[in-house]
């Protein structure tokens, strides 16, 4: 069942976008995807595990419970060199069941749908008000620094009790903590910063409790059911995956959009909230800014997609390239704000499926439902070629986005 392959033609992943592409994944994907739902691929260390590039066998995998997402066991594959310190995993995102359940659980309750409805109307007011700021000041502007930024780390650090005015410290070890071609040093010491912030944080909520979710963690170490390391690690998680994504998507999402006029003029013309939704699924799904994959290791041997993965191979599920499976979405290199890209794997899938999906999808709707209406001639302020990628990036998106109107 197995097939035995050159270790010549292996191919490198993470590979490089065509240039003139950046909304795509790379071709080599793509042509990875045609052969078949799996593939060998090389990665940094010179390891070889399984990338899997179908739609269906990546949901399969990431619901499988034969699959581990826990980064210490043997075959992991790590998205990049890691130094050895104790404790070093960014909480439950890397950790199994039950004891990824029990740390989630305690999390959870300010992101159901219900909860982070009732936050609509404060997202809206942070939207207007940076977009009355943004049209006051200069114009170009940089649209990551005044608005894509802002909007998700104003409401994250509402939501966990963070005060704001340490943003530039957050954003700035946060970009250094997922960026793959940090020196690993560079990047254990921004963790270890952090941590350390968080936990003088947990340790003020002790002294001093309050409503926010950071209160509610010191209230579990005071009931010896969570211990401070953990309350810590918890909050960096929390912190970094709640600003870095939703800025990335933002940004990204409106240059796509710039780069797409009929699709940018449906939403320029649109107040109806399902068009606005459905937008955001698609431009999910399109993008898919966690362009280096969900990555696993296999617990039993597995059989899939015509393959045997055995116990301990490392696995690569690529997200970006399944949601372009045309298997499941018909014409999938097409944006296309019309269509109904619910199913998209961009949160991933199965039991770490992600945490912030509802607060992440109703500040994109706040987000792309207003700016482009209030600022009906947005425009990019430089040519595409001059705009700086993140191709190095756990979390693609663009590091800065010149815009005038
Ligand atoms: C557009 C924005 C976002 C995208 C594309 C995104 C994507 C993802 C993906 C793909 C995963 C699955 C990881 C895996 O399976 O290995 C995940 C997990 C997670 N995300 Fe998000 N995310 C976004 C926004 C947010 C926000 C706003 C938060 C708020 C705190 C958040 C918190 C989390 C957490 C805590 C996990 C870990 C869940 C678990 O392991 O059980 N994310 N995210």
Redesign the pocket.
């Given at each position: 069942m197995t097939e035995t392959v050159n270790p010549a033609e292996i191919p490198q992943f993470p590979a490089a976008r065509a240039a003139r592409c950046p909304f795509d994944p790379p071709p080599v994907l793509h042509a990875l995807q045609e052969q078949g739902p799996l593939a060998k691929v090389k990665v940094w260390d010179g390891s070889t595990p399984w990338l899997v590039t179908r739609y269906e066998e990546q949901r399969a995998l990431?619901a499988d419970p034969r699959v581990s997402?826990d980064v210490t066991r043997p075959g992991y594959p790590r998205s990049a060199p890691v130094v050895s310190r104790n404790g070093s995993a960014i909480?439950?995102?890397?950790?199994d069941d039950p004891e990824?359940a029990r740390l989630?659980r305690m999390?959870q309750a300010p992101?159901t749908v219900r909860r982070i409805e009732t936050l609509r109307p404060a997202v809206q007011k942070i939207v207007d008000g940076l977009i009355d700021d943004m049209l006051a000041g200069p114009s170009p502007v940089d649209l990551v620094e005044a608005f894509a930024l802002p909007v998700?780390s104003l409401v994250?650090c509402e939501l966990l009790g963070v005060p704001y005015a340490d943003h530039e410290f957050f954003q700035d070890n946060s970009k250094i903590l997922i960026r793959r071609a940090a020196d690993p040093e560079e990047r254990a010491a921004a963790f270890a910063r952090l941590v350390g912030y968080l936990d003088d944080l947990v340790g003020q909520k002790l002294d001093h409790s309050g409503e926010d979710l950071l209160s509610r963690l010191a209230e579990r170490i005071k009931a010896d059911e969570l211990t401070r390391p953990e309350a810590a690690r918890m909050g960096v998680?929390?912190?970094v995956?709640?600003?870095e994504?939703?800025a990335?998507?933002i940004a990204l999402g409106t240059l796509a959009l710039l780069e797409h006029p009929d699709q940018l003029d449906l939403l320029r013309r649109t107040d109806d909230p399902k068009l606005v939704a459905g937008a955001v699924e698609e431009l999910?799904r399109y993008l898919?800014?966690?362009h280096s994959g969900?990555?696993?290791v296999a617990l039993e041997d597995i059989e899939i997609g015509g393959q045997v993965i055995r116990a301990g191979d490392g696995l690569i599920l690529a997200?970006d390239i399944g949601n372009r499976d045309p298997a499941a979405f018909p014409d999938p290199d097409r944006l296309d704000l019309r269509r109904d890209a619910r199913r998209h794997?961009?949160?991933?899938?199965?039991?770490?499926?992600?945490?912030?999906?509802p607060?992440?999808r109703m500040?994109?709707q706040v987000a792309y439902g207003t700016l482009y209406r209030r600022v009906p001639t947005l425009r990019l302020a430089t040519e595409l070629e001059r705009i700086p990628f993140k191709h190095d990036g756990q979390?693609y998106g663009v590091y800065e986005l010149p815009v005038a109107w």
């Amino acid at each position: 069942m197995t097939e035995t392959v050159n270790p010549a033609e292996i191919p490198q992943f993470p590979a490089a976008r065509a240039a003139r592409c950046p909304f795509d994944p790379p071709p080599v994907l793509h042509a990875l995807q045609e052969q078949g739902p799996l593939a060998k691929v090389k990665v940094w260390d010179g390891s070889t595990p399984w990338l899997v590039t179908r739609y269906e066998e990546q949901r399969a995998l990431l619901a499988d419970p034969r699959v581990s997402a826990d980064v210490t066991r043997p075959g992991y594959p790590r998205s990049a060199p890691v130094v050895s310190r104790n404790g070093s995993a960014i909480s439950f995102i890397l950790m199994d069941d039950p004891e990824h359940a029990r740390l989630r659980r305690m999390v959870q309750a300010p992101f159901t749908v219900r909860r982070i409805e009732t936050l609509r109307p404060a997202v809206q007011k942070i939207v207007d008000g940076l977009i009355d700021d943004m049209l006051a000041g200069p114009s170009p502007v940089d649209l990551v620094e005044a608005f894509a930024l802002p909007v998700p780390s104003l409401v994250i650090c509402e939501l966990l009790g963070v005060p704001y005015a340490d943003h530039e410290f957050f954003q700035d070890n946060s970009k250094i903590l997922i960026r793959r071609a940090a020196d690993p040093e560079e990047r254990a010491a921004a963790f270890a910063r952090l941590v350390g912030y968080l936990d003088d944080l947990v340790g003020q909520k002790l002294d001093h409790s309050g409503e926010d979710l950071l209160s509610r963690l010191a209230e579990r170490i005071k009931a010896d059911e969570l211990t401070r390391p953990e309350a810590a690690r918890m909050g960096v998680l929390l912190l970094v995956a709640g600003h870095e994504t939703t800025a990335n998507m933002i940004a990204l999402g409106t240059l796509a959009l710039l780069e797409h006029p009929d699709q940018l003029d449906l939403l320029r013309r649109t107040d109806d909230p399902k068009l606005v939704a459905g937008a955001v699924e698609e431009l999910l799904r399109y993008l898919n800014i966690t362009h280096s994959g969900r990555r696993r290791v296999a617990l039993e041997d597995i059989e899939i997609g015509g393959q045997v993965i055995r116990a301990g191979d490392g696995l690569i599920l690529a997200n970006d390239i399944g949601n372009r499976d045309p298997a499941a979405f018909p014409d999938p290199d097409r944006l296309d704000l019309r269509r109904d890209a619910r199913r998209h794997v961009a949160f991933g899938f199965g039991v770490h499926q992600c945490l912030g999906q509802p607060l992440a999808r109703m500040e994109l709707q706040v987000a792309y439902g207003t700016l482009y209406r209030r600022v009906p001639t947005l425009r990019l302020a430089t040519e595409l070629e001059r705009i700086p990628f993140k191709h190095d990036g756990q979390v693609y998106g663009v590091y800065e986005l010149p815009v005038a109107w």
